[in-house]
C-alpha cells in the first residue's frame, strides 16, 4: 500500500517536472494546444500550478480528479472543507453545500470520515496566495485497487500527453482535434447544438446525464442503446472528444461516466 505519511521523500512522485506541469523544461508560454480537458494528477501538480491553473505539457486542465486521504474535516453552515494529503503532497479542498438538497433529503454533504480515502472532481483556484481545489464531487474509495490505479492512470496520462505536446512541436501547422478522424463531427458548425454539442454528441450526452447511478452508466449500457445510430469506433470517438472536453467523467473505472454538471 502506499505510504502516504512520506509526502517530502524522494522518488517519482516527487520528481517536480515528471508530469511536465509548469516548470517543464523548453515548454513555451503559449501552446497551440486546446484547453478544457479533464485529467487525472497528483497534489503536487495542483500545488505547482501557475495562476492559470494546471497544465500538463502545454494543455490546461480544467477538471482535475484527485485521489487522497482525508486528514481533517471543517464543516460551515454553507461549506465544508477537506484537508486531503496523497503520497505527494497535503492541500485543502473546499465543497460548496446546496442547502436546497441539504433541506429536502440531506444529500449533499459527502458521507465520509477522516481517514478515508476519497476521490475528488473539481477545479484548481488560488485563493489567499494558496492553492485549492474546488469540488463539485467527492466520493469515498472502498476498493483500495483504486488508489493504485489512479496513480498509473496519472503516470500513463503524462506520458501520453508528453508524447504528443513533441509530435505537435515537429508539426506547427497541425490542428488539434483531440485525436478524432478527420471526417469526424467534431467542428460541424452547422449542426452544432446551443452547448457546443452536435445532435449525435449530444445523444450520448444525454444518456450519461440521465443515469440516477452514483457510478454513472457503463460504456456497455451506452452503446446497446445507441448501436443503431452509431458506429462503435464514432461512439468511442465521441467519448473521448467530451471526456477531454470537460463535458463528463470516469467514475469507478474507465468503463462508467458521469456528466459534470449532473
Known amino acids: 500500500m502506499w505510504n502516504d505519511q512520506s509526502v517530502t521523500g524522494g522518488g517519482f512522485f516527487n520528481t517536480q517536472n515528471q508530469f511536465g506541469n509548469v516548470n517543464t523544461p523548453n515548454q513555451p508560454q503559449k501552446s497551440g494546444r486546446r484547453a478544457s480537458r479533464t485529467a487525472p494528477i497528483v497534489i503536487k501538480q495542483a500545488l505547482?500550478?501557475?495562476?492559470?491553473?494546471?497544465?500538463?505539457?502545454?494543455?490546461?486542465?480544467?477538471?482535475?480528479?484527485?485521489?487522497?486521504?482525508?486528514?481533517?474535516?471543517?464543516?460551515?453552515?454553507?461549506?465544508?472543507?477537506?484537508?486531503?494529503?496523497?503520497?505527494?503532497?497535503?492541500?485543502?479542498a473546499v465543497l460548496w453545500l446546496d442547502m436546497e438538497a441539504m433541506d429536502e433529503d440531506d444529500k449533499s454533504a459527502p458521507k465520509v470520515q477522516v481517514n478515508d480515502y476519497i476521490q475528488i472532481y473539481g477545479n484548481v483556484k488560488t485563493n489567499k496566495g494558496k492553492k485549492v481545489i474546488m469540488a463539485f464531487k467527492i466520493m469515498p474509495i472502498t476498493d483500495m485497487n483504486a488508489i493504485t490505479f489512479?496513480?498509473?492512470?496519472?503516470?500513463?496520462?503524462?506520458?501520453?500527453?508528453?508524447?504528443?505536446?513533441?509530435?505537435?512541436?515537429?508539426?506547427?501547422?497541425?490542428?488539434?482535434t483531440s485525436g478524432l478522424p478527420a471526417n469526424s463531427m467534431v467542428g460541424m458548425g452547422d449542426s452544432a447544438s446551443v452547448n457546443g454539442l452536435n445532435p449525435r454528441q449530444a445523444m450520448v450526452y444525454n444518456l450519461i446525464r440521465a443515469s440516477t447511478q452514483e457510478q454513472g452508466i457503463s460504456k456497455q449500457d451506452m452503446f446497446a442503446s445507441l448501436k443503431d445510430k452509431m458506429s462503435h469506433v464514432e461512439f468511442e470517438n465521441t467519448l473521448e472528444w467530451m471526456c477531454g472536453e470537460g463535458h463528463i467523467y470516469s467514475t469507478i473505472d474507465e468503463e462508467h461516466f458521469r456528466a459534470t454538471d449532473a
Open 48 to 92: 505547482h500550478s501557475g495562476d492559470d491553473g494546471v497544465k500538463i505539457w502545454g494543455t490546461e486542465i480544467q477538471i482535475v480528479s484527485v485521489v487522497a486521504r482525508i486528514r481533517n474535516i471543517q464543516v460551515q453552515s454553507t461549506k465544508i472543507t477537506y484537508t486531503i494529503q496523497d503520497i505527494t503532497g497535503r492541500m485543502r
Open 150 to 176: 489512479h496513480y498509473l492512470q496519472c503516470i500513463n496520462n503524462k506520458l501520453k500527453m508528453e508524447a504528443d505536446f513533441k509530435k505537435k512541436k515537429t508539426e506547427p501547422n497541425a490542428t488539434f
